[in-house]
């Protein structure tokens, strides 16, 4: 597993409340090397399942790669990669992560959530198995 954070300038709208805000993609590379599949189940950012967020809010994120996610529900995490792709809601839904397979999660975060330049997050996916996979990044 391995992660890095992009900084987005954005404008996030949520259904009470627009505001301009600093955007953040974290994007996590998983590769599934093992004999069996695996299945995300959960989320967590510094402790906290994701859905505790705003969930409320639309993001415009973007990879490195250039992909741009435009109007994404700060709730749903983008997905692609090996013959994959779509939308993964933590807590709500599962996940695949095939045996020998690479995917590439964009998970958006804002910083009407409280997060601010140059702090280290923790990001952690949890496995239907019990595994967990820990992952600090720094936002820029």
């Not at 996940?95 to 020998?100: F, K, L, M, T």
């Not at 958006?108 to 996916?125: H, M, N, T, Y």
């Amino acid at each position: 597993v391995s992660a890095y954070a992009i900084a987005n300038s954005s404008s996030v709208t949520g259904n009470v409340n627009s505001w301009s805000s600093k955007v953040w993609a974290i994007v996590v590379i998983i590769k599934n090397t093992g004999t069996s599949d695996a299945t995300l189940d959960e989320l967590f950012i510094s402790g906290k399942p994701f859905s505790v967020y705003d969930n409320s809010s639309q993001v415009n994120a973007s990879d490195l790669s250039g992909t741009v996610f435009n109007g994404l529900p700060a709730n749903i995490v983008k997905v692609t990669g090996s013959g994959q792709g779509g939308d993964w809601i933590p807590g709500s839904n599962t996940y695949p992560v095939p045996a020998g397979s690479q995917v590439t999660l964009v998970i958006p975060i804002a910083s009407g959530d409280g997060f601010i330049s140059g702090q280290s997050i923790e990001v952690k996916l949890h496995t239907a198995a019990g595994n967990e996979y820990p992952k600090s990044v720094q936002l820029p």
